[in-house]
C-alpha cells in the first residue's frame, strides 16, 4: 500500500495535473462516461491517475489492484484487507478529489475463501474512498451474503458477468436475474463484450432490467467467445447501449475497460473515449 508520503506526493501531482488542463468532464449528452482504472494496469496509481486526467475522463472505478501491494500471497492479501488502515482510502480518495476526478466505485472482487472480515472490508474500503457502491465479480452462492452486508452499510453492489466459459461464473440473463432476486441491494455490473461474447443481447437486459443496472463495462468482443478488439472493430453492440441509456436518461456510467492489445494504454483509451463521444453527439438519423 502507498505510504503517506507517496499519497502526498499522488495528490500533488494530480492537482499539479489538473491545473495545466482543464478540469475533466466525460459527460456526454447525459451520459456518464467513466473508466474502469485496471485500463491502466501497465502503471501505478498515481500514473494511472495522471493518465485520466491527460485523456480527459472524469468518472472512475477505482481496481483494487491499484492499492494493494505486488506480488501477496493469499495470506498476505488478507492480511492486508483484514488490517489496512482505512485512512488510507481516505487519502486516496482525496488524490482523485485533488485532480478533478470522482471515484463512482470500488472494484472488490470476492470469493467463497473469504473471511468475514475480509468481506466486510470491502464495504468499509468503498465508504472511505466515498463511493456507494462495489463491483465485483463473485460466485452466485454469495449474493445474499454480500445483500446483506450492502444493505447494512447503505450501498449497492454491483455484480460483473462474465462470458460463460469458466463453470459457475454469472453469465447468462437467467443467472444475473436470479442473483438480484429477492436481494434489493444487488444489481448487474454487465460487461458488455463478454455478454456479447456468449451470445447475449445487452440492448434486451438493460431494457429489462434499467433500474438494476448499476454501470456496463464498454469492451468490444467477437461473437462465439471471440477476442477482444477496438471499439466498433467487434460483435459488441457498443453504440446502440450508449445511445439506449442516452435516451432512456438513465443514470448507468458508461466505463471505458481496455485490455485489448495495444502498445500505448493512454493512446487506446483516447480513442475509446473519442469512439464514444462520436456516438452520443451523433445527429438522429431519419427513419
Not at 481496481?63 to 484487507?81: A, I, M, N, Q, T
Not at 445474499?144 to 440473463?173: C, E, I, Y
Not at 463495462?217 to 477496438?230: A, F, N, T
Request: proline share 5%; net charge positive; glycine share 8%.
Amino acid at each position: 500500500m502507498y505510504s503517506r508520503r507517496d499519497l502526498a506526493k499522488i495528490a500533488l501531482g494530480a492537482f499539479s495535473a489538473g491545473r495545466l488542463v482543464a478540469k475533466p468532464n466525460s459527460t456526454i449528452r447525459g451520459v456518464n462516461v467513466g473508466i474502469q482504472s485496471r485500463s491502466f494496469r501497465d502503471r501505478t496509481l498515481d500514473e494511472a491517475l495522471a493518465a485520466m486526467v491527460r485523456v480527459g475522463i472524469e468518472y472512475c472505478e477505482l481496481w483494487e489492484g491499484h492499492v494493494v501491494p505486488p506480488r501477496l500471497s493469499r495470506k498476505g492479501l488478507r492480511e492486508w484487507r483484514e488490517t489496512i488502515a482505512i485512512e488510507q482510502f481516505q487519502l486516496i480518495s482525496s488524490s482523485f478529489a485533488k485532480a478533478g476526478l470522482k471515484i463512482l466505485a470500488y472494484n472488490y472482487d470476492f470469493d467463497e475463501d473469504f473471511s468475514d472480515r475480509e468481506t466486510e472490508r470491502g464495504f468499509e474500503m468503498a465508504k472511505a474512498l466515498g463511493t456507494t457502491m462495489i463491483t465485483a465479480s463473485a460466485p452466485p452462492s454469495m449474493a445474499k451474503r454480500l445483500n446483506a452486508l450492502a444493505a447494512k452499510a447503505g450501498m449497492a453492489v454491483g455484480l460483473r458477468n462474465r462470458d460463460g466459459t469458466t463453470p459457475g461464473d454469472l453469465s447468462s440473463p437467467e443467472d444475473l436475474a436470479a442473483a438480484m432476486r429477492g436481494n434489493s441491494s444487488i444489481g448487474i455490473g454487465l460487461d458488455l463484450g463478454d455478454f456479447a461474447a456468449a451470445g447475449y443481447d445487452a440492448v434486451q437486459f438493460i431494457t429489462g432490467h434499467l433500474d438494476h443496472t448499476l454501470a456496463v463495462y464498454l469492451r468490444d468482443r467477437k461473437k462465439d467467445h471471440g477476442e477482444s478488439v477496438p471499439f466498433g472493430q467487434g460483435n459488441t453492440p457498443l453504440a446502440a447501449v450508449l445511445k439506449l441509456i442516452q435516451g432512456k436518461k438513465a443514470t448507468i456510467p458508461a466505463m471505458i475497460d481496455y485490455d485489448y492489445k495495444g502498445p500505448d494504454p493512454v493512446a487506446a483509451v483516447e480513442r475509446c473515449y473519442a469512439f464514444c463521444r462520436q456516438v452520443l453527439t451523433a445527429k438522429p438519423t431519419r427513419p
